[in-house]
């Protein structure tokens, strides 16, 4: 279905370009402006990277369940080694709101923060975005609703996404919901784009199946919908077959029971991770269409995936 629309928009080029990009061994590529890291153990290159862009202090974003799954301490060690001062903020929720990101800039405002860090699925990003523009920008969400509205440069960001889903890691908005109204604000800014993505498929392990499940779909969703929107370009086209091909096989599996050989077990995280990244991607060249649009509101309301 997905070859049978726009086949020509992808240009050879760009496509092989994009079959360079394998899960099957790790690489380190700039792509769109950023350092994407990719590979099984990577988290524990988060120090040096980090050192590479600022020195002295660093604010990580992450949630609870990371926490308690050892993830966030290992982003810790790795970042004190390089000789950060870490300030953990772990109170994002499913569904950042204005809320969380008032919480988390008044953390961060304790001391000066040369670094932003977002360890975790969407919200986490999305989370660490919206703290990059009030703390470096000031005033509220609301003044950044829309695209390109922050006049001050913001501090350098690092991604470590632990869920193959939304593809924030890859895009230049976070979707913020606002308490009063449920409405689902998407802020955007070039300035906002993560630095550097380490992309490790092994922080897929500890993701239970439901919310491996509806991640894959929402990753599967972005491949799609990229593809037939309107505002498709050759880029976004062909971002978006190499990550449907990517996905398609491999959200299947980490929906229901996964391989019990773990190189199959691992090679189905490599996919999705890397495919979610570049759905993502897709998503920052062409923006998505009205699937999207009906579900952001169900999602900020009622809190379903």
Not at 201 to 226: N, W, Y
Request: net charge negative.
């Amino acid at each position: 279905m997905i070859a049978a629309v726009a086949a020509n928009e992808a240009s050879p080029e760009a496509a092989a370009d994009l079959r360079r990009l394998t899960p099957n061994e790790p690489w380190q590529q700039t792509l769109a402006g950023m350092t994407v890291s990719f590979g099984e153990g990577r988290l524990s290159e988060l120090g040096p990277i980090a050192a590479s862009l600022a020195a002295e202090s660093a604010l990580l974003v992450t949630d609870r369940g990371l926490v308690a799954a050892g993830h966030a301490a290992r982003a810790e060690a790795s970042l004190s080694a390089a000789g950060f001062e870490v300030v953990c903020f772990d109170q994002v929720s499913p569904n950042p709101t204005t809320e969380d990101v008032d919480a988390g800039t008044a953390v961060a405002a304790e001391q000066p923060i040369r670094l932003i860090v977002a360890l975790g699925g969407g919200s986490a990003m999305d989370c660490a975005k919206g703290i990059n523009f009030l703390l470096t920008n000031g005033g509220r969400m609301e003044d950044y609703w829309g695209f390109g509205k922050a006049s001050q440069p913001m501090l350098p960001s690092i991604a470590a996404p632990t869920t193959a889903g939304t593809g924030s890691e890859a895009q230049s908005y976070a979707l913020i919901s606002q308490v009063e109204s449920f409405r689902k604000m998407a802020c955007g800014d070039p300035k906002a784009c993560f630095r550097a993505v380490i992309l490790d498929p092994g922080l897929l392990a500890t993701v239970p199946r439901e919310v491996a499940a509806a991640a894959g779909m929402d990753a599967l969703s972005h491949a799609l919908e990229s593809f037939v929107t309107t505002a498709r370009t050759p880029t976004s086209a062909a971002l978006s077959r190499r990550a449907f091909a990517l996905l398609e096989p491999a959200v299947e599996q980490l929906a229901g029971d996964l391989p019990s050989d773990p190189p199959a077990a691992r090679s189905a995280r490599a996919r999705a991770a890397l495919g979610s990244h570049l759905a993502g991607a897709a998503i920052e060249a062409s923006m998505l269409g009205g699937a999207h649009a009906a579900a952001n509101p169900l999602t900020a309301r009622h809190g379903v995936p």
